[in-house]
T-cell receptor, first 107, second 113 residues
């Protein structure tokens, strides 16, 4: 069992602020995925990271996979209200998800 | 393109009742799975299937049955509902189990009284 711990559990910030959320495990993952979920909907894939040390950018979102492939981070620059949602990381090899970070961006 | 379709959207059951949550996908995906989502616990895998005729248990399979008679459909059965099964259920599909994107349905909110 590869457990994924996400932090913080909740995050409330003002529009324009930067933030980083984390996904950590004691196990090595072949790949990690980040999803965003909005109320009443299923999660939607943001990115898949595969290589240790890999950095991927998606507009204002920057994803990093740890060198040892045990952890990942998501950094959002200049957050906007549209970024509000539940951010979930998932270890793709065993299809398990972390509990998520619930982000609220206030206008 | 409908993607992954779940029905019903909402359901209320009494303890001991049975029901089937429906999931259908039109993307010819081999892999399908069921998750339940509870506050503070993220998504937990109930059962999954890597192709028609093949199913396997996830981390929380007790109280649930599945079958996969066709590529398109993957129903989840609750034989005798319990209040602990109150949750939001999501069906997902993908082309495979390694790195591929999971496509999720919009969920079924189930309450067991």
């Amino acid at each position: 069992t590869q457990l994924l711990e996400q932090s913080p559990q909740f995050l409330s910030i003002q529009e324009g602020e930067n933030l980083t959320v984390y996904c950590n495990s004691s196990s090595v993952f072949s790949s990690l995925q980040w999803y965003r979920q909005e109320p009443g909907e299923g999660p939607v894939l943001l990115v898949t990271v595969v290589t240790g040390g890999e950095v991927k950018k998606l507009k204002r979102l920057t994803f990093q996979f740890g060198d040892a492939r045990k952890d990942s981070s998501l950094h959002i620059t200049a957050a906007q209200p549209g970024d509000t949602g539940l951010y979930l990381c998932a270890g793709r090899s065993d299809m398990r998800f972390g509990a998520g970070t619930r982000l609220t961006v206030k206008p | 393109n409908a993607g992954v379709t779940q029905t019903p959207k909402f359901q209320v059951l009494k303890t001991g009742q049975s029901m089937t949550l429906q999931c259908a996908q039109d993307m010819n995906h081999e892999y399908m799975s069921w998750y339940r989502q509870d506050p503070g616990m993220g998504l937990r895998l109930i059962h999954y299937s890597v192709g028609a005729g093949i199913t396997d248990q996830g981390e929380v399979p007790n109280g649930y049955n599945v079958s996969r008679s066709t590529t398109e459909d993957f129903p989840l059965r609750l034989l005798s509902a319990a209040p602990s099964q109150t949750s939001v259920y999501f069906c997902a599909s993908s082309t495979g189990t390694s790195n591929e994107k999971l496509f999720f349905g919009s969920g079924t909110q189930l309450s067991v009284l």
